[in-house]
């Protein structure tokens, strides 16, 4: 038995990604990045020894200012993404979490500076339009993640580069 991966793992990417819900209109809050050509959701790696439920609260605290308390319940599905040729492209798991604001929180919601000078800012935009302003793959992860939250769902929760496994 090849135990190469015990003692040398290949290095893997983990990130926590938020689909943050406007509290009445059903829409999904999308990042405005410095340099990127598409929308973005909040989120982002987590750090060594983070879980993704803790890294996903702890990035959009940095990020937007606000707290937002994630449990399991919230985690609503998970995109492998294999290796690929883009720069930094490692082999990775995206978690995403979905979570409806409250009013409160979606009034105080702001870019952050110790969040850095890429992030411009945020709108907000209805699921029917998200492929006027993120990529494909996104779309996908977002559309799943929605779904997988509705009442009674029997979507997928498990995803390849954004497409069902």
Do not use: K
């Not at 009445?24 to 809050?29: E, L």
């Not at 409250?102 to 800012?121: H, T, W």
């Amino acid at each position: 038995m090849d135990r190469s991966n015990y003692v040398s793992p290949p290095p893997r990417r983990i990130g926590a990604q938020a689909v943050l819900l406007h509290p009445t209109q059903g829409q999904v809050m999308v990042l405005r990045m410095r340099g990127r050509r598409c929308g973005w959701l909040p989120g982002g790696h987590c750090a060594p020894d983070e879980s993704a439920i803790v890294a996903v609260g702890r990035i959009v605290r940095l990020q937007l200012g606000i707290a937002v308390p994630f449990g399991g319940a919230d985690l609503a599905v998970v995109d492998y993404s294999p290796a690929n040729r883009e720069p930094e492209a490692r082999e990775g798991y995206n978690f995403v979490f979905v979570r409806r604001l409250s009013a409160e929180q979606a009034g105080l919601a702001r870019p952050q500076e110790v969040a850095g000078p890429d992030l411009l800012g945020y709108d907000w935009v209805n699921l029917g339009e998200l492929a006027n302003v993120c990529l494909p793959y996104h779309v996908r992860r977002i559309t799943r993640a929605v779904e997988a939250c509705e009442p009674g769902s029997t979507a997928a929760r498990f995803l390849t580069q954004g497409l069902v496994a």
